[in-house]
Every structure is written in C-alpha cells, then in structure tokens.
C-alpha cells in the first residue's frame, strides 16, 4: 500500500509567517508535487520534483518554494504567508503513472 | 491546453438508483485516464487508471468507461456511503496531469 503522509491536518497561522508544510512517502518514489484546491478552481499544481535536490514550477508557483533533499520527503514553503493562500494543500507521489494523495493540510492565514 | 470537464456538478441519488458521471476530456497525447474519490477534508483517493479507448475497470458498485473524448463513471445500486466528490484526471504525453471540477455525488437512504 502507497502510504503519503502530511505533517499537519490543520494549520492557522498569521500574516507573514513563514510557513513549512512537510509531506513524507515510504515507497521509494522519484516523483512528488504539491496541489493547492479551492471551491470552484478545483486542484492547481504549485511544485513538482522529479528526484532529490530537483525542483520544477508547476501552474501557480507565486509565493511558494520547496525543498527536496531526501527522497521520501518534499516540503513546501510559504516564504511569507498571506490571507490568499488559505487554502487546501496536497501532496501526491507518482507510482507509474498514477499519483497518490495525501490526506491533505488545511492551512488558515489569518 | 488540456482541458476536462465533469458533468454534473453535483448529483442527488436514492439509495439503490443507478446513475453515471461523466468526463470529457480534450487531451495532447493521452497517457491515462485517472478517477479518484475525495471525501470531505480528505485527500483524493485513487480509484482507476484507464489508458485506451474501450477499457473498462470495475470495482465493487463502480464502474469505469473510456471512450476517445470522454470516460464515464457507472455508479449501480449505490448505497449512502458512496456519497462523495469524484474527480476525473488526464494525463499527457508531457506527463502533465489535469483535474476536472468533480461532480459532488450525494445517495439519500
């Protein structure tokens, strides 16, 4: 079984804080993105990283950055968070070709 | 630009109604066809992967069709534990991956 884990559930933090949001997969996989999803925009993809140390802008990387130095694990930054980056985070690892999600972070910025 | 457009938006069932969801999908190069179902607060889970026109999967109550320019997602006899959002996914030639809007898929008992 695919097993893709996020730090936090839920997350409330100010304006301006940096924030860290860590996802961790145990199955070896070279493949890794990060999603935001919002009512009405469905799930937009930030960040992706093909293996460690590599990186690559998805649809909506404004504000956002990541970090990939050991393979199971890809960590999403808010380098300064803002009222518009309330929203759903996902992290999916690929097997194949097929992606699996984790449980998902609520994030609030207050 | 790949685009996929699910229909309908939402769909209210009895327990027990039959009933399919719909993907279209325009597409450079489809590598596979994915559906996923997402409860509330939950990340998506994976539920098919389709990669020609005239497959089909099946798993428990639902069933799922590919064709050229659309896949469609049969649901029989659902029960109210079936209630969900189910999402539709394309994959291009590029590796790229894009979502559809889902359709909210409520069964009353």
């Known amino acids: 079984d695919v097993k893709v884990t996020q730090s936090s559930r839920y997350l409330v933090k100010r304006t301006g804080e940096k924030v860290f949001l860590e996802c961790v997969q145990d199955?070896?996989?070279?493949?890794m993105f990060w999603y935001r999803q919002d009512p009405g925009l469905g799930l937009r993809l930030i960040y992706f990283?093909?293996?460690?140390?590599?990186?690559e802008k998805g649809d909506i990387p404004e504000g956002y950055s990541v970090s990939r130095e050991k393979k199971e694990r890809f960590s999403l930054i808010l380098e300064s968070a803002s009222t518009n980056q309330t929203s759903m985070y996902l992290c999916?690892?690929?097997?194949?070709?097929?992606?699996?999600f984790g449980p998902g972070t609520r994030l609030t910025v207050l | 630009e790949d685009q996929v457009t699910q229909s309908p938006e939402a769909l209210r069932l009895q327990e027990g109604e039959s009933s399919s969801l719909n993907c279209s999908y325009t597409?450079?190069?489809?590598?596979?066809l994915f559906w996923y179902r997402q409860d509330p607060g939950k990340g998506p889970e994976f539920l098919f992967t389709?990669?020609?026109a005239g497959e089909e999967k099946e798993k428990e109550r639902l069933k799922a069709t590919l064709t050229k320019k659309e896949s469609f997602l049969h649901i029989t006899a659902p029960k109210p534990e079936d209630s969900a959002t189910y999402l539709c996914?394309?994959?291009?030639?590029?590796?790229?991956?894009?979502f559809g809007g889902g359709t909210r898929l409520m069964v009353k008992p």
């Open positions: 999916a690892s690929r097997s194949g070709d097929t992606q699996y």
């Open positions: 389709l990669y020609s």
């Open positions: 990283s093909y293996d460690v140390k590599m990186k």
């Open positions: 199955m070896d996989h070279e493949n």
């Open positions: 597409v450079s190069g489809l590598r596979g």
């Open positions: 996914a394309v994959l291009n030639a590029g590796n790229m991956l894009t």
